[in-house]
């Protein structure tokens, strides 16, 4: 066993060997065309061990300068000399199975084709020990006019069989891919089936239903891989970029990109459920996101290989079903993407945000409520009769009741207040009386009818008050006697006439500011 070696522009997939293993293959940078895999253990992730498998130099074929992808056989992987198919891309599309018992096949390639990227070389479906592919290359088939075509390899390295190219595939997705992700439930044996899912560079997605045939592809109507049935994927405002990584996890596919801080995201999708793109939200800190990085899985993790951080490469692990990060240089998130709507994990239930809401607003609502009640209390008892004496009127009499106030009032401000109707049984305290609705300044006295009279109130009393004599009763009516009128008016308020209030008010010491004309 030894350190984890480097390698930009490398590849990694699950073992047969074990549930904590994964292939590691990579082309050294400082020996031309040396081809090197390794079986990685990741038991404890944070110190994995590297067991070297193999090595193969080859100039024409092998270069560190070109991506390229790692697939597993998935049905044979309890076979412990299970290979893994090694795609290289770009210009030397170059391919060969790798096995652990230390061999390594020959290079291949398909003649005048190249392949684009790994990420536009989706894996879906696989049956026995048949592995078939959608892939983008770099040139468009005279016979369908588009880029795209199925591959398929399989585990049995002969001249023969090994792999086998399509440019016919019926339905044919974007001439702008972005990404594309396959899915797929493995079979032992029959033709093959599950999905190719392609994200366009607009920022959409289609799903295509895949079949696939194992047969020989003897004659010119034999078809490797058939897509159909394209339906749109709902992205769920999820925007990919171009540093995106897909996996193919048998039937969820999962993508790996990077957000606005450089921590890792994590979208998943699943088109035999739904056809709808999801975020899979951390429940820890997450690995910082490197566009050198490579990713695959083992079990029910995805596994993720940076080869140079402070120096040493390193193996991060998410796992799907804790949603949990693990490894080494973790970090917390401040990504600003945004949330699945729809997705409830990791995030704080709606009861609880609306409980948190009511019993703040209770708060709120007491805190003003003992506020004023503070306030009420530390008023004077004139503010507190004041504001009793409004408490019934509606907006817009209290809104003609209100006015400045002055500490000082004038004899004509005293004057304007209507006297005060006597309760025994609440002396001394007046009973609260509406307001008068304010009149033009020329009537000093509530009345309608009556001016002010210096002589009926003087203005060298400017604090008199007027109190009714505690022995006088209200008549029945209010309808003047007989030969007593008010300024020759038969009609006035009797309460207004100037002999009505001699006869209701006498002069009384009771009171240190009382007077009574």
């Known amino acids: 066993m030894s350190s984890v070696p480097s390698y930009e522009n490398s590849c990694i997939a699950p073992a047969a060997t ?34 070297f498998i193999a090595t193969q130099v080859d100039t024409l074929s092998w270069t ?17 000399n299970s290979p893994v198919v090694m795609q290289q891309f770009g210009t030397k599309s170059y391919s060969t199975n790798v096995y652990p018992n230390g061999t390594i096949g020959e290079g291949t390639f398909f003649t005048n084709y190249t392949f684009v990227s790994p990420t536009l070389f989706s894996f879906s479906p696989a049956v ?31 001249l023969v069989s090994r792999g086998t190219f399509d440019n016919i595939l019926s339905v044919y997705p974007t001439d702008r891919p972005l ?23 607009d920022g959409s997605g289609m799903a295509y239903s895949a079949v696939a045939s194992p047969a020989p592809f003897n004659q010119s109507g034999d078809r490797i891989l058939t897509l159909a049935n394209p339906q749109k994927v709902d992205m769920n405002g999820i925007t990919l970029t171009v540093r995106a990584i ?4 048998n039937s969820v596919g999962y993508i790996l990109d990077g957000a606005s801080d450089d921590t890792t995201v994590v979208y998943s999708i699943n088109p035999s459920k739904e056809l709808k793109l999801r975020r899979v939200d951390a429940l820890s800190d997450v690995a910082p996101f490197s566009s050198s990085m490579v990713a695959s899985y083992v079990d029910t993790q995805i596994v993720v290989y940076t080869p140079s951080v402070k120096g040493k490469a390193i193996f991060n692990a998410f796992d799907t079903v804790t949603r949990k990060w693990s490894g080494p240089g973790l970090v917390k998130s401040q990504s600003t993407v945004p949330n699945d709507p729809d997705d409830t994990s990791g995030k704080t239930p709606i009861s609880a945000i609306i409980g948190g809401i009511v019993g703040g607003l209770v708060v709120i609502a007491v805190a003003v409520f003992l506020i004023v009640r503070h306030r009420r209390k530390t008023r004077s008892p004139e503010k507190v009769d004041a504001d009793d004496n409004s408490a019934g009127t509606t907006p817009t009499q209290q809104g003609q009741q209100e006015q400045p106030q002055s500490t000082q009032l004038s004899p004509q401000a005293l004057y304007r207040e209507r006297p005060k109707v006597h309760q025994p049984q609440l002396l001394p305290q007046l009973l609260p009386q509406p307001q008068p609705q304010q009149e033009p300044e020329e009537f ?21 008050i007027m109190y009714p004599d505690e022995s006088f009763t209200l008549p029945s009516t209010l309808e003047p006697a007989a030969g007593q009128y008010c300024d020759n008016r038969p009609s006035v308020d009797v309460s207004d006439c100037p002999a009505y209030k001699k006869a209701t008010y006498s002069t ?10």
């Not at 560190?64 to 412990?80: E, Q, V």
């Not at 990404?179 to 366009?200: C, I, R, W």
């Not at 009384?508 to 004309?517: A, G, K, N, T």
């Open 128 to 158: 026995d020990g048949i592995n078939w592919f959608a892939a983008y290359s770099d040139k468009r088939s005279a016979a369908t006019n588009s880029r795209w075509t199925g591959v398929r390899w399989r585990s049995t390295w002969s």
């Open 64 to 80: 560190g300068l070109a991506p390229r992808g790692c697939y597993p056989f998935t049905n044979t992987r309890n076979d412990l």
């Open 179 to 201: 990404l594309s992700v396959g899915t797929f439930e493995p079979k032992a044996s029959g033709a093959g089936s599950g999905y190719h899912t392609v994200f366009d560079s």
């Open 246 to 249: 897909p996996i193919t996890m």
């Open 18 to 51: 074990g549930l904590s293993e994964v292939w590691l293959v990579g082309v050294s940078t400082t020996s031309a065309g040396r081809l090197d895999a390794y079986i990685v253990n990741l038991a404890n992730i944070n110190t994995p061990s590297a067991r």
């Open 508 to 517: 009384s010491q009771q009171h240190p500011h009382s007077y009574f004309p």
């Open 444 to 464: 000093l006295h509530p009345s309608r009818r009556i001016k002010y009279d210096p002589h009926l109130f003087p203005p060298q009393h400017p604090h008199a």
